[in-house]
């Protein structure tokens, strides 16, 4: 499965972005998603979750009421939807797909991820 993100780029704070998450070579609705970031000098960490039915979604701290993940499966599609974001979200995003089970604790764990896209840099600044 390859996975391309797209939607990042240079934004005010308080406003609103997409990011899509769009798959080829599989069907994304056999995999759970996960949202990622990495700023600069700092750890990949982990952004928000979704299954693969879109039933249920998990969201890091940071940016729960924010964010919103939810994902097109016949569009084999991904999206995350950024509300009200702060220069604290600048970072690259990645998407990435694991297979099951659906789980808050592998939800978070990058090294549970199979597929990784490129990453979509997203900046927030006045």
């Known amino acids: 499965v390859q996975l391309v993100e797209s939607g990042g780029g240079l934004v005010q704070p308080g406003a609103s972005l997409r990011l899509s998450c769009a798959a080829s070579?599989?069907?994304?609705?056999?995999?759970?998603m996960g949202w990622f970031r990495q700023a600069p000098g700092k750890e990949r960490e982990f952004v928000a979750a979704?299954?693969?039915?879109?039933?249920?979604?998990d969201y890091a701290d940071s940016v729960k009421d924010r964010f919103t993940c939810s994902r097109d499966n016949p569009k084999n599609t991904v999206y995350l939807q950024m509300d009200r974001v702060q220069a604290e979200d600048t970072a690259v995003y990645y998407c990435?797909?694991?297979?099951?089970?659906?789980?808050?604790?592998?939800?978070?764990?990058?090294?549970?991820?199979?597929?990784w896209g490129q990453g979509t840099q997203v900046t927030v600044s006045s």
């Open positions: 070579g599989g069907t994304l609705s056999s995999y759970n």
């Open positions: 990435a797909a694991r297979g099951p089970p659906y789980s808050r604790t592998y939800n978070r764990d990058p090294q549970k991820y199979d597929y």
């Open positions: 979704i299954s693969y039915t879109g039933v249920n979604t």
